[in-house]
Every structure is written in structure tokens, then in C-alpha cells.
């Protein structure tokens, strides 16, 4: 059974500070996708990692992807207030980029 | 972009009745929807795959006779939950993705927020 676990599972930073969100999951696969959910909303989409190695950049927020470690990353750098949500990884071991399985979350605070 | 719309957005109902939730993609056909459950600050668990003119593939532990899945045409799907009670109280999403894009992510819809009495 596919496990995905995200650390932390809730985080409070201040504006401008750096932080990283890690992704683990148990089984092989070579596509992670990143999304982000506002309180009472749905998913919004964030990065798509298909390769050992790829990393993916927008704005303040950069995603990465070792398959071989089983690990991904979303690093936030110098963080603002809007980014405050809970983001999810979320992993596809189907190879059709079909059916996910998402990590635990981790809800963001940024505080002023 | 590509969208898939869910409605309704909110449902408040009475114990044992039930509820139907439709899910459409609005300029793509989807031979395939998928259907995920949320509870509170928790994660989306997937429910069952909707296919298009066969039957849904449900996750274990997942309930077919309790959560009713139809894929009659390429653009709609519909979740009914059957004599629903508050347990049956979540965030349901559906999700769908562009057939031929499979380095795309799914889209999904707006979600349906459904509270059993």
C-alpha cells in the first residue's frame, strides 16, 4: 500500500522567513504533483514533477524531486501572508497520470 | 484552461435522504473522473474512478451501494449518496484530466460541501 507522509504537518513562519515542506512516499514513481487548497476551497494545481531530478520554480515557491529518494521538497522562500494554505503532494504509481494518492498535507501560517 | 465543474457547491439535507452530485468537464471529454472524499484538516482520500459507459472502480472500503457512481456521457459524472446520514457529512471533489495530457495535472472542480441532519 502506497503511503505518503508530509512533515511538517502544520507550520507557522513569519513574512520573509525560508521554510521547506517534505514529501515522502513509499513506493516507486516518477510523477509528484504539488497542489494548494484555501480554507473551504478546492485543489489548485502547483507544480508537475515527472523526472528524477526535475525541479520546478513560480514566484516564491520551488518543488523538487528525487525518485531515487523517494523525496520531494516545495521550498518557500522569503514568505508572504497570501501564501498562507494547506498544501498537498500527491503521487501517481498508476503511470497514466491518473490515479493520485495524497500526502497528509501541511498547513502554512505566515504571520505578519 | 481546461475546467471541471462540480455542483452543487453546498448541500444541507435530513437524515436518509438522498443526494446527487454532478461533476462535469466543460471543453474536454473525460473518460475518466475520479471522486475523493475530505473530512475536516484532513487529506483527500480517493473514493472510486468513474469510467465512461462502465462501471466505477471503487477504492476498498468504499461503499458502491452507499455512493452510487453514473459516467453516462464523456463530460459528466454523478456521485449519489444513498439514504445519507450524518456520518456521510464531508467535502466530496471531483477530478478529472484531459485525455492525451498525461504530463498534465487533473483539474478539479469547486468541491461539494455536503452537512446530513
Known amino acids: 500500500e502506497l503511503k505518503v507522509e508530509q512533515n511538517p504537518l502544520f507550520l507557522s513562519m513569519q513574512e520573509g522567513k525560508n521554510y521547506t515542506i517534505y514529501c515522502n512516499y513509499s513506493t516507486t514513481s516518477d510523477r509528484l504533483y504539488w497542489y494548494r487548497q484555501d480554507p473551504g476551497k478546492s485543489l489548485e494545481s502547483l507544480f508537475v514533477l515527472l523526472s528524477n531530478g526535475a525541479v520546478k520554480q513560480e514566484g516564491r515557491l520551488m518543488a523538487s524531486l528525487d525518485t531515487k529518494a523517494r523525496l520531494s521538497t516545495l521550498h518557500i522562500t522569503a514568505a508572504v501572508h497570501d501564501l498562507s494554505a494547506t498544501y498537498f503532494c500527491?503521487?501517481?504509481?498508476?503511470?497514466?497520470?491518473?490515479?493520485?494518492?495524497f500526502g497528509t498535507g501541511t498547513r502554512l501560517q505566515v504571520t505578519l | 484552461g481546461a475546467v471541471v465543474s462540480q455542483h452543487p457547491s453546498r448541500v444541507i439535507c435530513k437524515s436518509g435522504t438522498s443526494v446527487k452530485i454532478e461533476c462535469r468537464s466543460l471543453?474536454?471529454?473525460?473518460?475518466?473522473m475520479f471522486w475523493y472524499r475530505q473530512f475536516p484538516k484532513k487529506s483527500l482520500m480517493l473514493m472510486a474512478t468513474s469510467n465512461e459507459g462502465s462501471k466505477a472502480t471503487y477504492e476498498q472500503g468504499v461503499e458502491k451501494d452507499k455512493f452510487l457512481i453514473n459516467h453516462a456521457s464523456l463530460t459528466l459524472s454523478t456521485l449519489t449518496v444513498t439514504s445519507a446520514h450524518p456520518e456521510d457529512s464531508s467535502f466530496y471533489i471531483c477530478?478529472?484530466?484531459?485525455?492525451?495530457?498525461?504530463?498534465?495535472?487533473?483539474?478539479f472542480g469547486d468541491g461539494t460541501r455536503l452537512s446530513i441532519l
Open positions: 477530478s478529472a484530466r484531459e485525455p492525451g495530457l498525461s504530463n498534465q495535472p487533473q483539474h
Open positions: 500527491a503521487v501517481d504509481i498508476s503511470g497514466t497520470a491518473s490515479k493520485l494518492t
Open positions: 471543453d474536454f471529454q473525460a473518460t475518466t
